[in-house]
């Protein structure tokens, strides 16, 4: 039997193929081992996935871009056109200049010539030589949106991304940049799932045609910053066994009826064929009235930017109020 087809959305960048909705992150601390994550997108693209989420920070690029090339080889697909393929810029190349040798790096190491998604990681620049593990107060710099967002510009305009966007973006610092961008943000990826809902960005990002892609939808409660708000919810439990679906079914098919792109990461097949299969049934109203009552709380908060002699000084001010 062919595998379930994941539908697509259309992003607001002209050149960009339609982005499908559901696709495999590959993020995780400690970064995943090379062979695992080319088994995992290989098995992922046999299920029917098409979009992969990557960055330079996850240091799964070079993996990303192996698993594409002997999938292609293999004859899973026919094309790297096929798939729609995301990277991030990583804080230390946050600056004007340092944004188009970044992004080459990045596809010198997936062996590409284009990217489909290019995202600047978080509103935040460090110097270039920081540790990113051991941050002290002077590696983090005033950011510069304008000179960061005209390079992003450059990047699309020269064809070596077919779009761009941000992650980790509040609402205002969207605003910041919508008021000079010739190109708009396609996209911001964030953490968004039942117990962080985001209604205000979601509102914002909706008026203004940016497209949200929900990282963590099922909460990261493996990471050392994620929450079990999700997994362990009650509300969202209940309604798994009533529906005799998974939690994480039900978490993720409330994300794809809020009209958003999500992005998780699982390297198990079992679980990569389970939370594929979201498409056809739906939440009731009253079950979608319970998972909107879930108390709210972000759990990817970023304190490690927050130096009280830096340029951002509270958690407040990184999310712009919005916790």
């Known amino acids: 039997m062919a595998p379930q087809s994941i539908p697509s959305v259309t992003l607001s960048s002209v050149d960009t193929k339609p982005m499908p909705v559901l696709g495999l992150g590959t993020a995780?601390?400690?970064?995943?081992?090379?062979?695992?994550?080319?088994?995992?997108?290989?098995?992922?693209?046999?299920?029917?996935?098409?979009?992969?989420?990557t960055a330079s920070f996850y240091q799964t690029e070079e993996a990303v871009g192996e698993a594409i090339s002997q999938a292609i080889s293999l004859g899973l697909i026919k094309s790297r056109d096929e798939v729609f393929l995301t990277s991030k810029l990583w804080c230390t190349d946050n600056h004007g200049d340092r944004i188009l040798p970044a992004l080459r790096?990045?596809?010198?190491?997936?062996?590409?010539?284009?990217?489909?998604?290019?995202?600047?990681?978080?509103?935040?620049?460090?110097k270039p030589d920081a540790n990113t593990f051991q941050l002290k107060p002077e590696d983090v710099v005033p950011m510069d949106i304008k000179s960061v967002w005209?390079?992003?510009?450059?990047?699309?305009?020269?064809?070596?991304?077919?779009?761009?966007?941000v992650s980790n973006f509040s609402s205002k610092k969207l605003a910041d940049i919508l008021a000079f961008a010739k190109i708009p943000p396609a996209i911001n990826q964030v953490e968004m799932n039942p117990a962080w809902q985001q209604g205000k960005l979601k509102e914002f990002c909706q008026a203004k045609g940016i497209k949200i892609a929900a990282f963590s939808p099922l909460g990261a409660a493996g990471a050392f910053w994620g929450t079990k708000g999700v997994l362990e919810s009650?509300?969202?439990?209940?309604?798994?066994?009533?529906?005799?679906?998974?939690?994480?079914?039900?978490?993720?098919?409330?994300?794809?009826?809020?009209?958003?792109?999500?992005?998780?990461?699982s390297f198990n097949k079992d679980r990569?064929?389970?939370?594929?299969?979201?498409?056809?049934?739906?939440?009731?109203?009253?079950?979608?009235?319970?998972?909107?009552?879930?108390?709210?709380?972000r759990a990817n908060r970023g304190e490690f930017f927050v130096f009280e002699t830096g340029p951002i000084k509270s958690i407040e001010e990184l999310w712009d109020g919005e916790l």
Request: contains cysteine; glycine residues 4%.
């Open 28 to 53: 995780g601390y400690p970064p995943a081992p090379p062979e695992a994550v080319i088994k995992a997108v290989l098995e992922a693209i046999e299920l029917g996935y098409r979009m992969f989420d």
């Open 105 to 126: 790096k990045t596809l010198q190491n997936m062996k590409l010539e284009y990217l489909d998604q290019y995202l600047i990681h978080w509103p935040v620049s460090l």
């Open 150 to 165: 005209t390079a992003m510009e450059e990047c699309q305009t020269l064809g070596l991304t077919k779009s761009i966007g």
């Open 234 to 265: 009650e509300v969202l439990n209940e309604i798994a066994k009533s529906k005799g679906k998974s939690v994480a079914q039900v978490a993720l098919r409330w994300a794809y009826e809020q009209g958003v792109v999500v992005a998780m990461k």
């Open 272 to 297: 990569l064929k389970q939370n594929k299969e979201i498409f056809d049934w739906e939440l009731s109203p009253e079950e979608s009235k319970k998972i909107a009552e879930i108390p709210q709380s």
